[in-house]
């Protein structure tokens, strides 16, 4: 089925997971040490980008609609500490960490319907706005990480012969 045909919840899942793929997308033409490269004042890299989707994954999914514990997820307490990157984070590392854990939102998601609720800080959200906002949060990011790496690209251009 095309994504253009399907009903809602096929239309939401396939726009996320297009999503999912730009993110993922962003580590495809970058060396170690350029995915960790900063060439903004905060900290975002291409490679802080990725791990900080797999956060978002996992407090939408894994924590709010599967009802898991944040600490149980191993999630950090911050939005700015899940750009935070380790020795052991490499690009193959964040890259299987995020599948993984788009898999396992997915078959979270499975299991509810798109009108169910779940708590969003006091308020009441349901599985189609988690989508939705999935959505914007990655397609915004991946358009970081787009322009991340074509300055990355540009300053490998400059450095040839």
């Not at 609609?65 to 191993?74: D, L, N, Q, S, W």
Request: charged share 30%.
């Amino acid at each position: 089925m095309k994504i253009g045909q399907a009903d809602e919840r096929a239309l939401l899942e396939g726009m996320v997971d297009i999503q999912r793929d730009e993110i993922t997308g962003i580590l495809e033409d970058v060396d170690e040490e350029e995915a960790r490269r900063r060439l903004v004042p905060s900290l975002t890299t291409p490679l802080a980008l990725v791990k900080h989707a797999t956060f978002v994954e996992k407090v939408w999914f894994h924590a709010r609609v599967a009802g898991v514990p944040r600490k149980e997820i191993g999630l950090p307490d911050t939005v700015e500490e899940s750009f935070l990157l380790y020795p052991e984070d490499t690009v193959d590392s964040v890259r299987a960490a995020h599948r993984a854990a788009c898999e396992r939102s997915r078959e979270v998601a499975a299991g509810h319907e798109l009108d169910e609720e779940f708590d969003w800080h006091g308020n009441r959200v349901s599985l189609r706005f988690v989508y939705v906002h999935m959505i914007q949060e990655l397609a915004r990011h991946a358009g970081h990480g787009d322009i991340l790496v074509e300055q990355i690209q540009a300053a490998r251009a400059v450095k040839l012969p």
